[in-house]
């Protein structure tokens, strides 16, 4: 009776005793939220005209940030148990929902290439929606460009936009000085792109973790620097230009043709329109992603694949079973760079002129946000995740201006609640068949 009276007053005194720590905690998080919330959100430069900038404060957005902070902190800490029912309960959806996903994996795929085969040629289709389909199908190949050194090598790799500026560049260089046509040009692009990723593998064979990242890092940032001062071969800030687009057999898709050729819409007897150039370059980016997906689904079942696996769980395991961690490492960075060499090419197809400032460190973080969204190893995860991340800034401006808030707050979240990613379950790549009774 003494103990459990005892304890039924500290039950009803614990509330006076905890609340000035609780609301000492959720006012701490609240002024670290004004604190980060004033350079980003409260503060915004705008032009007045002359080269001069002007300074338009948003302290409303910054006491709108404290307050939700505050609340929330507050919550988190009032309701542990129920915080840690939902945690379970959302981890126990998203499973579910993985599993759903992995068990249709094959019918959810053929849907899905079925819709964006269809998708230029649907009644609510527009111009603006096959570029930004185009958008995305970049940033998924460069998303499982990516899966192949992160995903199944386990192989952290934040300077990977490096890749993707190298096969734009190859591209643009050798346009400019050969006259190469993108088909041409596409291999040596790839091929490019995995000679650098070989070099990049050399150095860090022994690193893993933190300093696997800060070489990748200052890799990246490396090739950047390069391409911006390298001008008499770059071209510097002014980067190339004039880079010509992809033909159909020879066919350009322009209103006129040179001097005894003939363009796609007089071959074909069709009128001309300036969407055909634009579903072309997605049907060709949809056509990389496909070959893409194919040969990582593939080359997963071989030995090279199920050698990046062993050594992603136990490096060391991989060693005493004989498996060289040098030859699987550089295996994984030319693949990926060489899948990030092809976009690359591609991009600079597409816009017709590249700069340094197209391959920035936000580029390399974004594919890896895709990657660790979608769930590291999992096809179809990075096709979500590159997707919602791509379409979300289009939704408003408010979603354009806190994009990266938005990134950030995804990000935590899914490390919360899905560590594993949006979708990670995914099937063995080897099954063992039945063993027959003489083997037993």
Request: overall charge positive; glycine content about 12%; proline content about 5%.
């Amino acid at each position: 009776m003494t103990v459990a009276s005892g304890l039924a007053v500290d039950n009803v005194a614990q509330p006076s005793i905890i609340w000035p720590a609780l609301l000492k905690d959720a006012l701490l998080a609240a002024f670290v939220a004004v604190l980060l919330a004033v350079p980003l959100v409260g503060l915004q430069t705008y032009d007045i005209g002359g080269g001069a900038l002007g300074i338009r404060t948003h302290f409303d957005w910054v006491g709108f940030a404290a307050v939700g902070v505050f609340a929330g902190r507050l919550a988190l800490r009032l309701l542990p148990r129920t915080h840690r029912q939902h945690e379970r309960r959302g981890r126990w959806a998203f499973g579910r929902l993985a599993a759903w996903g992995n068990r249709r994996a094959r019918a959810i795929t053929l849907a899905g290439i079925v819709f964006a085969v269809a998708l230029p040629f649907l009644p609510f289709s527009s111009r603006y929606l096959v570029d930004l389909g185009t958008t995305v199908l970049i940033y998924v190949m460069l998303g499982w460009g990516l899966n192949v050194v992160v995903g199944l090598a386990g192989l952290l790799d934040l300077g990977y936009v490096a890749f993707y500026a190298v096969g734009a560049y190859t591209f643009g260089l050798l346009a400019s000085d050969l006259g190469f046509t993108f088909w041409k040009a596409l291999p040596f692009s790839g091929l490019v792109a995995a000679s650098f990723g070989v070099i990049l593998g050399f150095p860090v064979l022994r690193l893993r973790g933190d300093y696997l990242a800060i070489v990748t890092l200052g890799f990246g940032e490396i090739i950047r620097i390069v391409l911006l001062n390298w001008a008499p071969v770059t071209g510097g800030p002014n980067g190339i230009g004039g880079i010509p687009r992809p033909s159909f057999f020879g066919l350009p898709l322009s209103r006129s043709a040179p001097e005894g050729g003939t363009t796609f819409h007089q071959f074909f007897g069709v009128e001309f329109s300036p969407d055909q150039r634009v579903i072309f370059l997605y049907f060709v980016i949809l056509a990389m992603a496909l070959v893409t997906n194919l040969f990582t689904l593939r080359i997963r079942k071989l030995p090279v694949g199920r050698a990046w696996e062993a050594l992603r769980e136990d490096e060391i395991a991989c060693r005493a079973l004989g498996i060289n961690p040098t030859t699987v490492k550089l295996s994984a960075f030319a693949i990926g760079a060489m899948f990030g060499g092809f976009a690359g090419c591609f991009f600079a197809t597409r816009q017709g002129f590249i700069s340094p400032e197209s391959f920035t460190f936000i580029e390399s973080a974004t594919i890896l946000a895709i990657v660790v969204l979608g769930g590291m190893g999992s096809q179809m995860g990075v096709v979500l995740a590159a997707i919602l991340l791509v379409t979300l800034p289009e939704f408003g401006r408010a979603f354009a201006e806190f994009r990266m808030l938005i990134f950030g707050a995804a990000m935590i979240g899914v490390m919360v609640w899905r560590p594993q990613g949006l979708i990670a379950h995914r099937e063995p790549t080897l099954r063992l068949g039945p063993q027959p009774a003489s083997a037993r």
